[in-house]
């Protein structure tokens, strides 16, 4: 069947482009010109939003979530649908892990169905990355226990170069405020600003800050004012309590009148600063309600609909390569 208008935009635009990896667990593996390949790609899918595509019919995929996910999970379930995917989700309480398969036993078995794409959520750090070398379907880390959430940072990469209509994010200041310690959504953003030239600002107590953090090349403050004054981007993290992040501070309310992001203290950013989070959301504790979803300075839900976008990209960047290679497995 020939491709219709919004096939044939996408199509053009990709005209011979691979990305340079077949997996993707971290964002360090994706080079500049992955990263303007996969925003190009994720603003036409934006564009086409509500076009059902044919692109990867007769592929498969399975998300193997082993831990909870609301957003995540939704966003690449319905990206492979709308690319005309056969999918399967599963869980850990709902897999046989619960009753003691390993994780690579279960990689393996599902590989078995020769899906193109398995996305993988897990509590530990590394499994994503462990099961790519073993399986041959393009393994996506959807968060990797307090390591990384690549594509959160592409997604949230993208929210920002829209917002400020730019390439690249120099002479932008982003403060990420809350529990840098415990976030794998903090591993990947600081590596992508990194690669978009952003200054960057972190503000938590001090136990909220791993040893070591300014190796990042990135500035800290105890006094949140001071890290949001003049900031372009704040970004609140969530105070991540299925990590024991409570045992880090004295109250959660303590928290949230030290560092919690209000009307007042978003008013220190700059006038046309943005308000991010990747949810969910502890309202009232990360970011005071008011200025969660309706103040015009919160891209909470930009973002959301940007994870969309931007998973449909991968997964077909992932699923479809144009230059014929095929993975090698390298069990390592
Ligand atoms: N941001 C994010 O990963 O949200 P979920 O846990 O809902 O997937």
Known sequence: ????????????????????????????????????????????????????????????QVCAFFEAS?????????????????????????????????????????????????????KEAGVAEFLSRHVNAAVINAGDG????????LLDALTMLDHFKTTNLAGKTITIVGDIMHSRVFGSLVRILKKLKADIRVSAPETFLPPFVENFGLKTYYKVDEALAGADVVYALRVQEERGAHGFIPTLREYSKMYGISRKRLDLANKNAILMHPGPVRRDIDVHSALVAVDDQSHILRQVENGMAVRKSLLWLLANRLDGKVKEIKRK
């Open 1 to 60: 069947m020939a491709p219709d208008t919004a096939e044939k935009d996408l199509i053009d635009a990709r005209a011979g482009r691979d990305a340079s990896f077949f997996d993707l667990y971290s964002i360090d593996q994706a080079n500049d010109n992955d990263l303007a390949l996969i925003f190009d790609i994720s603003r036409r899918f934006r564009h086409h939003k509500t076009h059902k595509f044919a692109l990867n019919k007769g592929c498969s």
């Open 146 to 153: 307090w390591h990384e959430h690549p594509t959160q940072a």
């Open 70 to 122: 609301t957003r995540t999970l939704a966003s690449f379930d319905l990206a492979a649908k709308n690319l005309s995917m056969d999918t399967n989700n599963i869980s850990s309480s709902g897999s046989s892990t619960k009753k003691g398969e390993s994780y690579l036993d279960t990689a393996e078995t599902l590989d078995s169905y020769n899906i193109k794409t398995l996305v993988v959520r897990s």
